[in-house]
T-cell receptor
Framework: GQNIDQPTEMTATEGAIVQINCTYQ??????LFWYQQHAGEAPTFLSY??LDGLEEKGRFSSFLSRSKGYSYLLLKELQMKDSASYLC??????????WGAGTKLIIKP | SQTIHQWPATLVQPVGSPLSLECTVE??????LYWYRQAAGRGLQLLFY??????ISSEVPQNLSASRPQDRQFILSSKKLLLSDSGFYLC??????????????FGPGTRLTVL
């Protein structure tokens, strides 16, 4: 079956750095996405990786290793507004998005 | 630019009542359209997706149905709601797979409470 694993919840301190991991087992791979979802709101697109390596976008970076079935989202200089759930999703061989359950990130002052 | 609309934003319905949620997309043609449900504190569950008018694929057997009467309109329906239908319903669109716009863009969602 297809499976995406990410931690259920993480806590970090304002101004610090946090890394949210995602491991996946899917039938084929056509890219990996990270989305941010604030409570009660719709998910918003953060990043897309299809090749191995690091993609940097401001305070957020996303890394992919296809051989290991592994990705992480790195958030730097954490702000209180970064408190949200972070969803990992993989596009499989049929171009269907397989979603992880999300990681709830709690930022403390 | 593309925008996606959903309505209503919130809905409270009694058990056994019908449901109709509507989603429309502007600024793009022939999008792939999706309906998801998210239970409180849980991940996204894909309910239906559509690659064109009248073409609907169902991912989860249940008492819900979907229709796509126009290219940029996607409707989620039920004849009789169950308590378990409560949740946050999200409509999303994406471009044609493999042609550059693979990420999905979400509407604001409808929070449905069945009592």
């Amino acid at each position: 079956g297809q499976n995406i694993d990410q931690p259920t919840e993480m806590t970090a301190t304002e101004g610090a750095i946090v890394q949210i991991n995602c491991t996946y087992q899917t039938s084929g791979f056509n890219g990996l996405f990270w989305y941010q979802q604030h409570a009660g709101e719709a998910p918003t697109f953060l990043s897309y990786n299809v090749l191995d390596g690091l993609e940097e976008k401001g305070r957020f970076s996303s890394f992919l290793s296809r051989s290991k079935g592994y990705s992480y989202l790195l958030l730097k200089e954490l702000q209180m507004k970064d408190s949200a759930s972070y969803l990992c999703a993989v596009l499989d061989s049929n171009y269907q998005l397989i979603w992880g359950a999300g990681t709830k990130l709690i930022i403390k002052p | 630019s593309q925008t996606i609309h959903q309505w209503p934003a919130t809905l409270v319905q009694p058990v056994g009542s019908p449901l109709s949620l509507e989603c429309t997309v502007e600024g793009t043609s022939n999008p792939n359209l999706y309906w998801y449900r998210q239970a409180a504190g849980r991940g996204l569950q894909l309910l239906f997706y559509s690659v064109g008018i009248g073409q609907i694929s169902s991912e989860v057997p249940q008492n819900l149905s979907a229709s796509r009467p126009q290219d940029r309109q996607f409707i989620l329906s039920s004849k009789k709601l169950l308590l378990s239908d409560s949740g946050f319903y999200l409509c999303a669109w994406s471009g044609v797979p493999g042609q550059g716009v693979d990420e999905q863009f979400f509407g604001p969602g409808t929070r449905l409470t069945v009592l």
